[in-house]
């Protein structure tokens, strides 16, 4: 999977992710070309490399002809629509400025459809989102994660007056997100910044595990005397096997005055509305009184409604919440097939080839309750028969038959090559012939008047010296070849002994579903 991680340390920006694209990779031209079908009087993106408390950076400036002019979301629509822009890309931007939209009109107090953009529906801000849309598309990035914005202290100037920072826009746009506390005055995220950031990251949190193949630095236009005004883009691949992590927030409460069937009610509620998870613990409140503890797991994105669900649905006062690093297992779905049907399952994986298969709880239900068969015989059927399949064995092989492997891949064709060395050298001692090398040798010596009358007494004596030199090797190799030898003997072994253990378990499967189809017979 191609991941890019965004790492905030001083923000973000419209311009600062324009910089950070171009300067992973991304051609200034194509940018450009997609502008320009935006049919935007003079606008074009140029970029020049910088300096920001001595790291390089790529920045980039909006020309364009200067205008006065207000826009609704429609005229921007209309403007994406008409441009020679791919389907995914205007699909990025339009949600992009959708997402805007959505954050000005709660802050106003307005529809969408009303809402008309001052800074944001400049020509450069509307260049900063369509090119990062394209840039983004053109990355072809599977995954976004980002780390804790910071947004910056003290008050901005915008359209409306004075505003604290972050703006009121911003702010909206930013809840839910991880913020990290940077006491440096000024705006350091925007509401383009935000508005792409919220729309691109699925998670925010540390690095992820991957294998980091560029990185980019978008510098923003201003100089920060604390550190460097850059963005930085780290962009690769997803390490398989490896063990990903991300932050999720969690909601506490304690009850003790709901009845359970209230909630019951809320906790199908919580799950509907995306919940990664919930539950409940018995506990002893003041007065001794039992209670519960409500817990429920979410993404940042969904905080403000989990808790409007809870101070909705039950008679809680307040609600405990902080944020919480996952370590979360690679996974994929799995297949397998029992006596009585297909099971859905997940497979989960560690880097050291740990293997745990889990089935779907609707998946096992719905097969029992058609075939009139215990819900745990079916659980056990699909876990049976996914070591049956040799599905963990594959699993559990997967590092040794691409790592392990490769010396043995490896040495084969090398101990070939040594072998027929071996043999040529045999083939000439038993015919006491000197090599095709030595004799050319001898030619040139004898040509050149270097060997005189004693030459054959001077080549005997090189060959006594060249066939103890091949004896001493050939011994080397023979104890070379019975370590190989040794090590072949192990392996087959070790195969054979495999093969028995998946004759074993499908023997014991076998013996399982017939075991169950009796159990299942009507009585």
Known sequence: MRVAYLDCV????????????????????VLNEGIASLKLPGCRLVAEEV????????QITVEHEPEH???????????????????????????????????????????????????????DSIADIVGSAI???????????????????????????????????????????????????????TPTGAAILTTLAESYGPLPAMRIERIGLGSGQKDLEEQGNVLRLLLGETVEGAVASDL????????????????????EQLWEAGALDVYTTAIQMKKNRPGVVLTTLCEGSKLQQMEAILFRETTTLGVRRWQASRRKLQRKPHEVDTPWGKVQGKLGWFEGGAVNFSPEYDSCSKLAADKKVPLRSVYAAACKAFDAEGSRAM??????????????????????????????????????????RVQARQQ??????????????????????????????????????????????????????????????????????GKSEVVSKPS
């Open 10 to 29: 001083s923000g973000i920006s419209g311009d600062m992710t324009l910089g950070a694209l171009v300067d992973v990779g991304v051609d200034l031209e």
């Open 51 to 58: 300096k920001k408390k001595g790291f390089r950076a790529t």
């Open 69 to 123: 002019k207000h826009r609704h979301l429609h005229h921007i629509v209309e403007m994406i629509d008409g441009s020679s822009l791919t389907d995914n890309q205007r699909d990025l931007a339009k949600r992009i400025f959708q997402r805007l939209a959505e954050a000005e009109a709660k802050v106003h107090g307005s529809t969408i459809e009303k809402v008309h953009f001052h800074e944001v529906g400049a020509v």
């Open 135 to 189: 840039g983004w598309d053109v990355l072809g990035v599977d995954r976004v994660v980002a780390s804790p914005v910071p947004t910056g202290t003290g008050y901005v100037k915008i359209a409306h007056g004075r505003c604290s920072i972050p703006a009121p826009a911003t702010a909206e746009m930013l809840v839910g997100v991880p913020l990290v506390e940077l006491p440096i005055e000024g705006e350091l995220t």
């Open 248 to 267: 999720v927030w969690v909601l506490e409460t304690n009850l003790d005055d709901t009845t359970g069937e209230t909630i019951g009610y809320c906790i």
């Open 395 to 436: 699993y559990l092989l997967a590092d040794f038959q691409f790592v392990s492997l490769l010396p043995v891949l490896v040495m084969v064709p090398v101990t070939v090559w040594m072998m027929r060395r071996v043999y040529r050298r045999q083939a000439r001692r038993e015919t006491d012939a000197p090599s095709p």
């Open 444 to 513: 040139r010596l004898q040509s050149s008047g270097t060997l005189g009358e004693d030459a054959p007494a001077q080549v005997a004596q090189w060959e006594v010296h060249m066939h103890e030199t091949a004896r001493e090797l050939s011994a080397r190799l023979d104890n070379k070849m019975r370590a190989l030898n040794h090590f072949i003997e192990l392996a087959d072994a070790a195969s054979a002994r495999m093969e028995g253990l998946l004759a074993e378990v499908r023997a014991q499967q076998g013996d399982g579903a």
